[in-house]
């Protein structure tokens, strides 16, 4: 009965900003971790940022420097502050989380990056 809920995706142009959050209800236990993964058209889903309860940090090097994960650990939510985006950013972004070993994801969200 836990579920991710994402939202904040949309269409930017090129250099824009955009933030994606992610609320995970049904449970009162922390998700540990949760991250960002994303899957764009005819590639492969790949990792995007990881955070943990403590609050240490992962970026894929495609994103790094300009995307910052962060999390509120009382409301089991995660945010992408994604700037200085790129047509390459273009991708259904997905929330994930871990909790007692289990895999928990979100529906997606469309972020698409005009150039």
């Known amino acids: 009965q836990v579920q991710l809920v994402e939202s904040g995706g949309g269409l930017v142009q090129a250099g824009g900003s955009l933030r994606l959050s992610c609320v995970a209800s049904?449970?009162?236990?922390?998700?540990?971790?949760m991250g960002w993964y994303r899957q764009a058209p005819g590639k492969q889903r790949e990792l995007v940022a990881t955070?943990?309860?403590?609050?240490?940090?992962n970026y894929a090097d495609s994103v790094k420097g300009r995307f910052t994960i962060s999390r509120d650990n009382a409301k089991n939510t995660e945010f992408l502050q994604m700037n200085s985006l790129e047509p390459e950013d273009t991708a259904v972004y997905y929330c994930?989380?871990?909790?007692?070993?289990?895999?928990?994801w979100g529906q997606g969200t469309q972020v698409t990056v005009s150039s």
């Open positions: 049904g449970t009162i236990f922390s998700l540990n971790p």
């Open positions: 955070i943990t309860s403590a609050g240490s940090t």
């Open positions: 994930h989380g871990l909790l007692r070993s289990k895999n928990y």
